[in-house]
Structures are given as C-alpha cells and as structure tokens.
C-alpha cells in the first residue's frame, strides 16, 4: 500500500494483534501490516462511544488502516473493515491468539515480512476450514521461524554432515540441527528421521510425524521465545492434540 507522504501519513493492509486501553479514552493498538510489519499505534478516543474507531478495532479480520509517526508509538487515524474472513470462535479463536502472540513475542518492530504476512493470512482462514488445526499451526510456526531468521534445518545432521536417514533417530540443536542419538540417549527430544523428511515436505499425514513435529516446534519456540510467556498455551492444554 501507499505512503501518504502529502499528508505524512502511511497506510496498509493489516491485521491487528492485541489492543490494551491507554489513557482514559485511547487505546494502543499492534497491529502486523502487509507492507511495514508489526507496529504499534495510539488510537485516540477509541474507547469514546461515538468513536469511529472503537467498532473497526476487530481481531482476525483484515483492516484498510492510516497512521502517521515515524517514532515507535504512531498515530492511528482511519481503520476499514476489508471483510471477507469468518469471525473465529471456539479452539479456533484460541488457536488465532496462540498466533498473534508468537508474532507479538517473536517479530520485530517496522520489519516489513510480506511473505509471512501472507503465511498468518492463510493461517486465519485455514482454521476456520476443513484443514486440521494441528497442521495449521505446524506450518505457520515453520514459517515465522523461517522469516525471522532461524530456518529448520533438516535435510542433513550436523555433526558430520550426513544426510538424514528416514529410519535414524535423532535430536535437535537450535543452533545447528538434527543430531542423530545412538545407543541409550538420555535427550528427552527424540525425533525420527522420516518426521524431518516429512516436514521438509510439508507432509502431515502421518500421526507420528504430527506428534513429533509438535514436540520439535514447542522445544524450538520455547529456546527462541526466552522467558517470554505465550498466555494462550494455558487455554491450549485442553487441547493436547494441536
């Protein structure tokens, strides 16, 4: 989209993440942007009744937005409703906040990553289809990992550089890949080489390979994320299957 330049002002289309109030009658907005990334804007007098912002403030719903500033906290002045998603609710809408808050956790500011843009995209309205969650979410996780620097390695183990073999069992170093684990290991994440194979692929078709890429993706996002908390994995653990 078009930077406003006569009036100072920038505008995308986007998603927004989280809002939180501010002030007595404002709110701050983040937002992920198609053509700027994630940013975060004060909307003021959002939380006024007759503000024409309060009721264009919706999550998971793709929104024409304008803003200006180029410090951290903008200004922001117009959001339309784009329309065109189903509203999510249920596990579904669990799932939605799960994604919003590894972008919020994991992306940086004024970043621009159209292609994930596109990735979270897909991802809102694969929940709301026939698409397991479980794969929603494996992929999405594979993807944000990929754009923000710390693509999977899984074609070949690191210590000699071997290709990995489908029958192998192996672990997984963040910083270097698959290890193969020999004898009795004690690694508590044991992953088989078919499930590297698998993902490299995208293919989720087997249980196995499900399960285990849900236990690589968590070990992976927990050493990325830090001691950052993702509150929506609280409401997940009733859903052990995703």
């Known amino acids: ?18 809002s939180y109030p501010y002030k007595e009658t404002s709110l701050i907005v983040e937002a992920f942007t198609q053509t700027y990334g994630r940013i975060s804007c004060v909307a003021k007098g959002a ?9 264009s403030i ?6 024409e937005m304008e803003w200006s500033g180029r410090n951290e906290l903008k200004t922001l002045y117009r959001v339309d409703w784009v329309g065109g998603v ?3 609710d249920g596990l579904a809408l669990i799932c939605g906040f799960y994604i919003n808050e590894l972008i919020l956790n994991l992306l940086a500011k004024d970043d621009p990553h159209e292609n994930l843009f596109k990735c979270y995209y897909n991802a809102i309205n694969d ?23 710390y693509q999977l390695k899984l074609d070949y183990s690191e ?25 009795s290991s004690q690694h508590k994440l044991k992953i088989h080489g078919k499930t ?24 992976l996002l927990e050493y990325y994320l830090g001691d950052k908390i993702l509150h ?3 409401l997940l653990k009733n859903y052990k299957q995703i």
């Open 127 to 149: 929940l709301n289809s026939e698409t397991a969650i479980s794969i929603v979410l494996r992929k999405f996780e594979i993807n944000l990992l990929r754009e923000i620097g």
């Open 232 to 234: 929506s994995r609280e």
């Open 159 to 183: 210590e000699e550089n071997v290709q990995i073999e489908p029958k192998g069992i192996y672990t997984y170093l963040p910083e270097t890949g698959p290890m193969e684990l020999k004898g």
């Open 58 to 63: 919706q999550l998971f719903q793709p929104l």
């Open 1 to 18: 989209m078009a930077n406003l330049a006569g009036r100072g002002r920038s505008q995308s289309v986007g998603y927004i993440l989280h």
């Open 196 to 219: 590297f194979c698998d993902i490299q692929n995208a293919n989720f078709s087997d249980p196995r390979t499900l399960l285990e890429s849900k236990k690589l993706m968590r070990y």
């Open 47 to 55: 939380k006024r009744p007759a503000s024409g912002l309060r009721s």
């Open 86 to 88: 189903p509203i999510l």
